[in-house]
């Protein structure tokens, strides 16, 4: 049973584009408004989490400037602990500017301060039986000491890492989740079934298959659920929104199949809306009526 959820990785302020196409090279395309938001992927999934009324905190850094502290300030409403967010005068706030077009997105990032957490700093006594770790970064040598540290204290672990696990992280998972772009990057294929074989026994691979849905497969077998309707107005944060739905399934006990339910609903609500965490999307109220829902 998980009693707390830790997320580790990213902490973003993310300047959103809506567009309705690319610019050409040289054409200066002008937006109807630009949006600012805050994000990173293991924020985002703390925030979502947090507002689903699970204890979660935040593993991560921030620059010593407006954005970092407003980061912050926008995750501890939702009420996640950020009493161990670092913060750093060698870089500033990670930044990233998105191009949200109609069912498509383009995103540049900036790492600044997420490259500038230091692992050795976190008391490994966060971590214990019934704790959870959650890591989404792409900075594989922030992401393997807190990992092997909450493995080695008994607690469970996922990830949501860009480029797919290392050799040495594989053992050490309890989850892995994927988009089919990402499984590609690293497998080389788009066959869940494939990956699977390269992962420990124990393990579940959770992979998002945009408009077809989500597999997960694991020890116990394959499951499969449909995506949901859903208008994309912007794309960014879904895949966070469905590991925090998913991630809090797996905390109720839920089947693997209510748990692939869970994250796809909230994903399609979220990208139902702009930004990676529309204020209108009630995630506990979301995840309740669908209960109800045959």
């Known amino acids: 049973m998980i009693t707390r959820f830790i997320c580790a990785g990213s902490l973003n302020a993310d300047l959103t584009f809506p567009v309705e196409r690319l610019p050409e090279e040289h054409e200066k395309l002008r937006c109807r408004k630009c949006v600012l938001n805050y994000g990173g992927s293991a924020a985002n999934t703390a925030y979502w989490l947090a507002r689903l009324n699970q204890s979660v905190r935040m593993l991560g850094c921030v620059g010593d400037d407006p954005f970092g502290t407003l980061a912050i300030a926008a995750l501890a409403e939702a009420g996640t602990d950020t009493s161990l967010i670092q913060r750093t005068r060698r870089s500033l706030t990670g930044m990233a500017a998105i191009f949200a077009t109609p069912g498509s997105k383009r995103m540049v990032t900036s790492g600044g301060a997420n490259a500038c957490f230091d692992p050795a700093e976190i008391d490994g006594r966060i971590f214990y039986p019934g704790a959870h770790l959650h890591v989404a970064t792409s900075l594989h040598e922030l992401a393997l000491p ?139 109220r979301v995840l309740r009526a669908s209960l109800r829902t045959p």
């Open 146 to 284: 807190l990992i092997r540290l909450a493995k080695e204290r008994g607690a469970t672990v996922s990830c949501d890492l860009d480029e797919g696990p290392t050799e040495e992280m594989i053992p050490r998972l309890d989850l892995i989740f994927m988009n089919q772009t990402e499984l590609r990057r690293w497998t080389g294929s788009t066959d869940p079934r494939e990956a699977r074989k390269r992962l420990s026994p124990s393990s579940f691979l959770v992979v998002t298959q945009g408009a077809r849905g989500a597999v997960a497969l694991g020890p116990s077998g394959e499951y499969a659920h449909p995506a949901f309707p859903a208008t994309e107005a912007d794309r960014t944060g879904g895949g966070d929104a469905f590991d925090a739905g998913f991630l809090y399934g797996l905390a109720q006990g839920a089947a693997p199949e209510t748990c692939l339910r869970f994250g796809l609903l909230l994903a399609a609500q979220v990208i139902a809306s702009e930004g990676s965490r529309p204020r209108s999307v009630d995630a506990a």
